[in-house]
């Protein structure tokens, strides 16, 4: 306990005592991380928007026609008792032909004299994966299309390649940028302790004088370095929240996607907190970079 | 208690101590004497840990320290005190502070670090210094804080390096009673002078290095 409250009480002098370093640490750790936070929400809502989008891709199925109702009844509960379908719709050669009617009044004469429905029957499915893969829906048509009781089954499958190629791109240009910035962020907490760090040689050659251990001489830098990014972190939140409502705001009047406030959203709290502790994390490895290249070949 | 075996060693390729074989018994004085560059501190630094010889084996208490991996030096250092002449006190901390460090390292009790603090303090004669800032002290006060830090965790070996480098005749004399103190009361004391009055005063066995080379031992000074 006596060893906790040494560490503690370290780091906050030390915090204290370089306050120009540690205003300096804070601030540039904010500045990486809210630039870090902008990508990050961007990408929280582009994501959000394109699995919104992905999530209601629909698979249309064509039963063979007049199947008799029994075998049609059958055929509907051999889809719903796949665990990839969500949903189920089943629409009748009338409900189409009514549709129709309703989407394209002016084209209903070209039904004339047809006498029944021209339409098929159809069921309009959607899958249960919040996010399905094209891998996904290709396996399931294809389990559709054994099935004899169906005639075809069809789904846009180069819109939805192209969705999902797309949202690969987003998550591998997320990763490469975020690792950017966090290799940014890390040297910045580095350079910061690494200042704190030779301010205190004197200090550290006396501990190791006396015996202290390196883990010992590094714990209340690494809690200086914890303190560091959580503080960058959070005036990061601060700085993003600020500029998001400015933003939607601003945005309001505008009659994009019905408006910018409905479509977007801030970090739900785990990812806020998510961003204070990548601030921690950034802050720690930031002095163990330091504390590794200074203690490395010293006995 | 520590044992030399033709302990050589080199900085940079030069020569600071060259087949160095000696045998230190248990509550001994030894004076390390000899002229600048003579190897006195590195052998203080090889018994210490602080530094590895090229060749040789230096076993203090049947360890044998240049085998010692880099995480069991720090335990190491813990057995033994070490004295400096430029005193290595944190300059803004009180007197308390700076003896009790080794006892925070060690996880001692607070109880327990106040009970040894006092006791040493008390042993150099500065117990009424307990919460004085180090930095306003006289050079003779902070050697003394120095040396209850280096006595504060009952080490079985003291290492002392110029301890009086700094110090007036006067000091030197107070400074130079306090490690023969210390040694009556069974501490191995090994110091590395070149005060004559200090090796006077102790009156210890003296090794008398020179170029990195043992020239004499000699089992007390006439």
């Known amino acids: 306990m006596k060893r906790v409250w040494y560490f503690i009480r370290e780091a906050y002098t030390s915090l204290r005592t370089h306050q120009a370093s540690t205003l300096i640490g804070i601030v540039t750790t904010a500045f990486t991380l809210t ?12 994501h959000n928007i394109l699995g919104r989008v992905q999530h209601n891709i629909q698979i249309i199925v064509y039963p063979k026609d007049n199947l008799e109702s029994g075998k049609l009844q059958d055929l509907q509960q051999a889809i719903k008792a796949d665990p990839t379908v969500d949903s189920l719709t089943f629409i009748s050669k009338q409900d189409a032909l009514t549709e129709f009617k309703r989407q394209f009044p002016e084209e209903v004469y070209l039904l004339e004299g047809l006498g029944e429905s021209p339409f098929p029957a159809s069921l309009v499915l959607t899958m249960a994966a919040k996010t399905p893969t094209t891998d996904m829906i290709s396996k399931l048509v294809n389990r559709l ?19 999902t190629l797309l949202i690969a791109y987003m998550e ?22 690494q200042l704190a760090f030779h301010t205190r040689q004197q200090e550290i050659e006396i501990l190791r004088l006396i015996g202290a251990t390196s883990l010992f001489i590094s714990i209340p830098y690494l809690i200086e370095g914890a303190i560091l990014g959580a503080a960058g ?6 700085f993003l929240r600020g500029g998001f409502e400015l933003f939607t705001h601003k945005t309001q009047g505008l009659n994009v996607f019905g408006g910018f406030s409905s479509v977007f959203e801030f970090f739900p709290l785990p990812l806020s907190l998510l961003l204070i502790a990548g601030g921690i994390l950034l802050g720690c490895l930031g002095t163990l970079t330091t504390i590794y290249s200074s203690m490395r070949f010293r006995l | 208690m520590i044992q030399l075996f033709h302990v050589t060693k080199y900085y940079d390729g030069c020569l600071a101590l060259s087949d160095i074989s000696l045998r230190i018994e248990k509550g ?11 190897g006195k501190t590195t052998l203080l630094k090889l018994i210490f840990g602080a530094e590895h010889p090229d060749e040789g084996q230096i076993l203090v208490q049947n360890r044998n320290i240049a085998r010692l991996s880099r995480s069991d030096i720090p335990y190491h250092r813990r057995t033994m005190g070490y004295v400096l002449q430029d005193f290595k006190l944190l ?21 327990e670090s106040r009970r040894k603090v006092t006791e040493a303090l008390r042993a150099v004669g500065m117990e009424h210094k307990l919460s004085t800032i180090a930095s306003v002290l ?23 390096d110029e301890p009086t480098g700094n110090l007036d005749p006067q000091l030197t004399t107070e400074i130079a009673a306090l490690f023969k103190a210390i040694n009556t009361r069974g501490t191995t004391v090994m110091m590395a002078t070149h005060n004559q009055q200090v090796v006077e005063q102790l009156n210890g066995r003296i090794l008398r290095l020179d170029c990195g080379h043992l020239l004499s031992d000699q089992g007390a000074y006439t």
């Open chain 2, 91 to 111: 300059p803004q901390r009180t007197v308390f502070e700076n003896v009790a460090l080794p006892l925070i390292i060690r996880g001692l009790s607070s109880f």
């Open chain 1, 233 to 238: 972190g959070g005036v990061a939140l601060g």
């Open chain 1, 145 to 163: 299309q054994q099935n004899p009781d169906i005639e075809r089954v069809r789904y846009n499958r180069d819109w939805i390649e192209r969705l």
């Open chain 2, 28 to 38: 001994e004085c030894v004076l390390l004497t000899g002229p600048s560059g003579a």
């Open chain 1, 172 to 193: 591998l240009g997320a990763l490469m940028v975020g690792s950017i910035l966090a290799l940014a962020s890390v040297t910045i907490i580095a350079n910061t302790v």
């Open chain 2, 138 to 160: 006289s050079a003779g006060e902070q050697q003394r804080v120095c040396i209850a830090r280096a006595i504060v965790n009952n080490p079985i070996i003291l290492l002392a």
């Open chain 1, 35 to 46: 630039s870090f936070g902008i990508f990050l929400l961007l990408y929280h809502n582009v």
